[in-house]
């Protein structure tokens, strides 16, 4: 077994929380955690069980750091991307890598310089489920699909006024937060889109989007995509071939078990996944990267193409 990938972490918030709960599952150790606040760091380190803690700068200069999660509101992605490059640091960098093509590229171009390894954690990508989305596709089940429908959605209360997806200056809104995934699986299964007509309503008065459609066109198949904080719209994925669908509940972000729906000539058949942490799928997926060079499902270079999509998709707004 190849030797644990040491970690630290940029932003110990909401979402690091859940991915210190992956990295559990698997034999890599978080050595460091970096916040703004060095008492919030300390505090984060104790309750995730790092040894240090400091700034974000302190976790880039540790020499037993090798790998860095960055976990930081959007429009900080780059930067301290880049940043980490410059320290030899490989990234697991959330998603959206950064919020417009222009700048995906710089990462892209700041990490392969460096020779690390870059990914953007779009987790959903990691569960197995998608295995077998894929192999019914290429065993011809639905034959050549022609749509595909992707929604993410939920209702963001009042009470989340001060959220980082609702602030335009750390590049909020509802496409970047949920409608990439959409963007990201429909680039997934159709490749690259020839057109996006899109809607994007500020329906909040935020000065980002917080309430949007798009449809892309892939040759002669279409995508539906859809995300929202103004509803409980949940998230799905329907993929609809010539001769049958897949339908994927709960798509994106899966805390019990996952399910899926394949129906074709032969009538339905569905399968249940056990609940896993996809997460932890993730950061094994990455370890793998760095310690035996296998491919990643989710490298930094694809997040170019999806802030493509979502360029020409904001330009509606
Ligand atoms: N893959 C997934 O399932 C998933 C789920 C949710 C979110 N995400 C992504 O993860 C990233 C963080 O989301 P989150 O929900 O974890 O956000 P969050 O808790 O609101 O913020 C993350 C951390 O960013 C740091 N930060 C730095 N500057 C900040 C500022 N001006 N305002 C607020 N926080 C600031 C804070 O840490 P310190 O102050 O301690 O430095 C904060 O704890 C986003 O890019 C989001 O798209 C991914």
Redesign the pocket.
């Known amino acids: 077994m190849s030797a644990p990938l040491r970690w630290g972490i940029l ?6 929380r859940q991915w210190v709960e992956g990295l559990r599952d698997t034999s890599d150790r978080l050595i460091a955690v970096g ?3 060095r008492d ?2 300390r505090r984060a380190a104790d309750e995730f069980g790092a040894d240090r803690s400091g700034s974000y700068d302190d976790v880039l200069a540790d020499p037993d750091v090798e790998a860095v999660y960055i ?4 429009s ?2 780059a930067e301290w991307t880049v940043r980490a490059a410059q320290a030899g640091k490989h990234i697991l960098c ?2 959206p890598l950064a919020p417009t093509p222009a700048e995906c590229e710089r990462v892209v171009a700041a990490g392969a310089s460096r020779g690390v390894h870059l990914v953007e ?1 779009f ?1 959903y990508r990691y569960h197995p489920r998608w295995q077998a989305v894929w192999r019914a596709i290429e065993a011809d089940r639905i034959g050549p699909i022609r749509l595909l429908r992707a929604m993410f959605g939920y209702s963001m209360g009042a009470d989340r006024s001060t ?2 997806r609702l602030n335009p200056t ?1 590049a909020g809104g509802a496409i970047q ?1 949920v409608g990439c995934y959409c963007v990201n699986v429909a680039r997934w299964f159709l490749g690259e889109p020839d057109d996006v007509r899109g809607f994007a309503l500020d329906r909040r008065d935020a000065g980002v989007d917080t309430h949007s459609a798009a449809v892309t066109r892939h040759g002669d198949a279409m995508a539906e995509l859809a995300c929202t904080f103004d509803g409980p719209m949940g998230q799905a994925v329907e993929i609809v071939g010539e001769r049958g669908r897949i339908d994927i509940p709960i798509a994106f ?1 899966v805390r019990g078990e996952a399910k899926l729906t394949i129906t074709d000539q032969r009538g339905e058949d569905r399968e249940v996944f056990p609940a896993m942490n996809q997460y932890g799928l993730e950061i094994q997926a990455f370890h793998a990267l760095v310690r035996a060079d296998a491919p990643s499902l989710t490298p930094g270079s694809d997040a170019i193409a999806t802030q493509r999509v979502i360029a020409a998709w904001q330009a509606n707004q």
Not at 11 to 16: E, L
Not at 71 to 74: D, Y
């Open positions: 932003g110990p918030g909401r979402i690091a916040s703004r606040d919030v760091a976990s930081l509101p959007n900080m992605h959330e998603k954690a987790m959220d980082i750390l937060d972000v």
